[in-house]
């Protein structure tokens, strides 16, 4: 039986030791350089966040800065992967993008979001492949992603709140009339 090859990318430092423990538990990690163009030869990618240098002189042009060079930029990798990944395939995508600069801004919630975001638009162009993507927590410990990529479950933190009117957050409704509330318009 082949091996189960894996790619993993972000933090060189975690892609390592995570490579390690994958080759330990009998997988096959692989570089991009490896794969040629339209391969379909990865069965897992792990698509780790990195710390992301921050330019600009104001706030909102560090964040983004942050957002373009992190965030963003993980779109365009999972776009090259698409192509390389086998029918049944999965991706797990861990956060944990971090800004260098401490005093930046930050919203957890925003950023698992965006990778939310990014699951739904990976299974929009693989469809009607069977590829799982799923997202992960960057809190997790290397152990713990080793297990999400043997199960392919979903990991309970990086789920997020629906707003309903079950929810003591309130409704849908009641959010959008405070967001709404919160625009000013000049004339």
């Known amino acids: 039986m082949p091996r189960t090859r894996v790619l993993i990318t972000g933090s060189p430092d975690r892609v390592g030791l995570l490579a390690k423990q994958f080759e330990q538990a009998g997988q096959e990690p692989v570089s ?7 391969s379909r030869a990865i069965d897992c990618y792990v698509q780790l966040g990195t710390t992301v240098p921050t330019r600009g002189e104001t706030v909102v042009r ?27 395939a999965l ?6 993008n971090r800004s260098a600069e401490t005093t930046a801004p930050d919203d957890h919630t925003a950023r698992l979001m965006m990778l939310r975001v990014l699951a739904h638009a990976i299974r929009a162009d693989l469809a009607p492949q069977r590829v799982r993507v799923r997202v992960i927590t960057g809190e997790r410990s290397n152990e713990e992603i080793l297990d999400f990529a043997h199960t392919g479950t979903k990991d309970p933190h990086a789920e997020l709140p629906t707003l309903d009117e079950h929810d003591p957050a309130g409704s849908y ?5 405070q967001i709404l509330g919160l625009a000013q318009v000049e004339v």
């Open 32 to 38: 991009l350089a490896d794969l040629g163009p339209g």
């Open 173 to 177: 409704e009641d959010w959008r009339i």
């Open 62 to 88: 560090r964040v983004h800065s942050f957002l373009s060079d992190g965030l963003l930029e993980r779109f365009a990798l999972a776009e090259r992967i698409l192509p390389l990944l086998a029918d049944e």
């Open 91 to 96: 991706v797990l995508l861990v956060g944990g």
